[in-house]
Nanobody, 126 residues
Framework: QVQLKESGGGLVQPGGSLTLSCRAS????????LNWYRRAPGKEREFVAR????????????EYADSVKGRFIISRDNRREVVTLQMNHLKSDDTAVYYC???????????????WGQGVQVTVSS
């Protein structure tokens, strides 16, 4: 059974930090790029960060939306099958439900597949 389980959300003051985690199970972790998306109240879901990985790579390649570049750090642990999002210098605009997503690599049998977590709330407020 495919599962992506997010944790680590909550309430934080502006300027604070929070780390989200997403634990995967039920699929071949290394056949997927791992992404974080978010949906703020009244807005469309938007891309936040990606940990791109292809088999044979020594390290993954991070990618970020301009709005979080320099503040957020994505990491993935292929052995533990976990992806994390460290969020620093948080702003009220970062308030959203954050979703973990596994996107199948086009070079594997997972091409075209996409799995989503249930989402976790992050609220930045004083």
């Amino acid at each position: 059974q495919v599962q992506l389980k997010e944790s680590g959300g909550g309430l934080v003051q502006p300027g604070g930090s929070l780390t989200l985690s997403c634990r995967a199970s039920g699929f071949i972790f290394t056949s997927y790029h791992l992404n974080w998306y978010r949906r703020a109240p009244g807005k469309e879901r938007e891309f936040v960060a990606r940990a791109r990985y292809e088999r044979g790579m020594k390290e993954f390649m991070p990618e970020y939306a301009d709005s979080v570049k320099g503040r957020f750090i994505i990491s993935r642990d292929n052995r533990r099958e976990v992806v994390t999002l460290q969020m620093n210098h948080l702003k009220s605009d970062d308030t959203a439900v954050y979703y973990c997503n596994a996107e199948g690599s086009m070079y594997t049998n997972a091409r075209g597949l996409s799995h989503w977590g249930q989402g976790v709330q992050v609220t930045v407020s004083s």
